[in-house]
């Protein structure tokens, strides 16, 4: 006992706070080496300072805890390379948010719609579209659209159907950390498909629409926020009216693209007053 540190002690050497030492137990992330069980104080020795350290250090790159359990359980070369994954995360996440200030500020000061924002006008045909339907949020998207793409597709391979056109995307309702749509995954049909468990098949009405292409890192979210944004504020300078719901249309080449190279577009329909 004589080499183990009171609570208070190791608090001190590990700069945690009694807080801290609470959560982390209760996580199991930071036990004690030892309980007393007549007093129930704590002690703790060498191995819990090291893990400790490690844990203020992981803490300090902003990963959550249960990250940290996973990073805290590896060897040293697994326990690298989750880490090194994590921060690319982080710094892509910080890129996508760089472009969104840069059109936030542009906004703020009135200064009109970011340069970076081409947006044009096409005419959209009448399609029959197969398609699933999810509420989600903004950190499920990334699980959710591949998933429903992969079972579109499957449906189509199934039936011997074609696709005749690009998936897109439609939001019936706004997708944030707080908002969950619904979200619609449309895959165009030329070919007699019915429907089957939850994939729905529904004619996309003929359309005008208002679109600007977004490179990969733009469409990142929440980068793409701006370019939402930037379309609704050009159909409301012109006096034109959403006609259904906002999508984005993805490009053939969308698994593939690297940062810099267009691969997605995003259209809001329109009609005039």
């Keep these: 006992m004589s080499e183990l540190l009171t ?8 700069r945690l706070s009694p807080k801290a030492l609470r959560l982390y137990e209760q996580r199991s992330l930071l036990l004690p080496a030892h309980i007393d069980a007549r007093t129930g104080y704590r002690y703790y ?5 090291d893990r400790a350290r490690r844990i203020v250090l992981l803490r300090g790159i902003g990963m959550p805890l249960a990250d940290i359990a996973a990073v805290l359980d590896l060897p040293p070369a697994p326990a690298d390379r989750v880490v090194d994954a994590y921060w690319q995360r982080v710094e892509a996440d910080h890129t996508a ?15 009109g719609v970011h340069p970076m924002y081409d947006i044009r006008q096409r005419d959209v045909p009448e399609q029959k ?8 949020t903004a950190d499920q998207l990334p699980v959710f659209l591949p998933e429903a793409t992969r079972q579109l597709f499957a449906h189509l391979d199934a039936v011997g159907g074609t696709l005749s056109g ?8 706004l997708v944030s950390e707080d908002s969950d749509g619904p979200v ?7 070919d007699p498909i019915e429907p089957v468990g939850a994939i729905g098949v529904r004619v996309e009405g003929a359309h005008r629409e208002a679109y600007t292409a977004l490179t990969r890192t733009q469409a990142s979210y929440p980068s793409i926020l701006g ?17 259904a719901s906002v999508r984005e249309v993805y490009y ?13 577009d995003v259209a809001f329909p329109f009609s005039s007053r």
């Design 7 to 14: 609570t208070g002690e190791f608090g001190a050497q590990s």
């Design 45 to 49: 020795g060498p191995a819990e300072l």
């Design 97 to 111: 948010r760089r472009s969104l200030v840069a059109h936030l500020r542009q906004v703020l000061t009135e200064e």
């Design 129 to 136: 579209v197969i398609f699933i339907q999810r509420h989600v």
């Design 166 to 173: 690009p998936v897109f995307v439609v939001y019936h309702g």
């Design 184 to 190: 619609e995954v449309c895959a165009p049909t030329p």
């Design 227 to 243: 370019a939402y944004d930037a379309v609704g504020a050009w159909l409301t300078d012109r006096s034109l009216t959403l006609s």
């Design 252 to 264: 053939p080449n969308w698994d593939t693209a690297d940062d810099a190279e267009e691969c997605v």
